[in-house]
C-alpha cells in the first residue's frame, strides 16, 4: 500500500540556520502531497501542498518540490526562526481511499 | 480559516467513565476523521465517516465508537475509560477529492488522561 516516510527528529537547529526535512513515498498513481506542522498543543495545519509532478508548494518561506523521478517533497526553509519550532508531518493523498497517509512527524528545535 | 471544533480541550477522568469527545464543522464538509496521537506523535486514524449515517472504523482498531448524525457533527464517545486511552485525539474534515484533492483541516485535538 502507499506509504510516507520522513526523517526522523528531532532536528536541532540555531535561528537562520537552512532547514531541511526529507520526506519519500510510495504510491500508485499519481497522489497530492502535503506537509503540515503541529505547533505545541494545537491541532495539523496544512502548512504546504503540491498536487502534480515538477509543483512547488510554498508557504511563510517554507518550500517542497514534488519529485516524481526520486518520489520526493522534501521540506526546506533558507532561514529558521525560533517561531518554527514544531512538528512536520509529511502526507500524501490515497487516491483508491480518500485518506491522508501520514509520516511519522519530525521534531524541530530551533535556538536563539 | 477553517472552522472545526473540539471540546473538551483537556479531560481528565476516572477509569470507567463514560466520554464523548465533541467534533463539529462549519464548512459543509461530508467527510470526517478521528485521529488518536499518541506521544511519539504519530497519527493513527481511527474512524472516518463519508456522511450522514456513514461511518467506518480506521487503521487502528480503537475501543471508542463514533455516530455521524448530522453532517456538522461527528462526536466519538468510550463507554469504559481505561488507562490505555490516554492520548491526544484529533478530528478533521475534508471536501471531495475532486475539490481539495483531500486537504484534511483540523481542530485544536483534545487531550484525554483517564487516571
Known amino acids: 500500500g502507499d506509504s510516507v516516510t520522513q526523517m526522523e527528529g528531532p532536528v536541532t537547529l540555531s535561528e537562520e540556520a537552512f532547514l531541511t526535512i526529507n520526506c519519500t513515498y510510495t504510491a500508485t498513481g499519481y497522489p497530492s502531497l502535503f506537509w503540515y506542522v503541529q505547533y505545541p498543543g494545537e491541532g495539523l495545519q496544512l502548512l504546504l501542498k503540491a498536487t502534480k509532478a515538477d509543483d512547488k508548494g510554498s508557504n511563510k518561506g517554507f518550500e517542497a518540490t514534488y519529485r516524481k523521478e526520486t518520489t520526493s517533497f522534501h521540506l526546506e526553509k533558507g532561514s529558521v526562526q525560533v517561531s518554527d519550532s514544531a512538528v512536520y508531518f509529511c502526507?500524501?493523498?490515497?487516491?483508491?481511499?480518500?485518506?491522508?497517509?501520514f509520516g511519522t512527524g519530525t521534531r524541530l528545535q530551533v535556538f536563539p | 480559516e477553517a472552522d472545526i471544533y473540539q471540546t473538551p480541550r483537556y479531560l481528565v477522568i476516572g477509569t470507567g467513565k463514560k466520554i464523548t469527545l465533541e467534533c463539529s464543522q462549519t464548512?459543509?464538509?461530508?467527510?470526517m476523521y478521528w485521529y488518536q496521537q499518541d506521544p511519539g506523535m504519530e497519527l493513527h486514524l481511527i474512524h472516518y465517516s463519508y456522511g450522514v449515517n456513514s461511518t467506518e472504523k480506521g487503521d487502528l482498531s480503537s475501543e471508542s465508537t463514533v455516530s455521524r448524525i448530522r453532517t456538522e457533527h461527528f462526536p466519538l464517545t468510550l463507554e469504559s475509560a481505561r488507562p490505555s486511552h490516554t492520548s491526544q485525539y484529533l478530528c478533521a474534515s475534508s471536501e471531495p477529492r475532486t475539490v481539495s484533492y483531500n486537504e484534511q483541516f483540523f481542530g485544536p485535538g483534545t487531550r484525554l488522561t483517564v487516571l
Open positions: 502526507a500524501l493523498s490515497d487516491q483508491n481511499t480518500d485518506k491522508l497517509i
Open positions: 464548512m459543509g464538509h461530508d467527510k
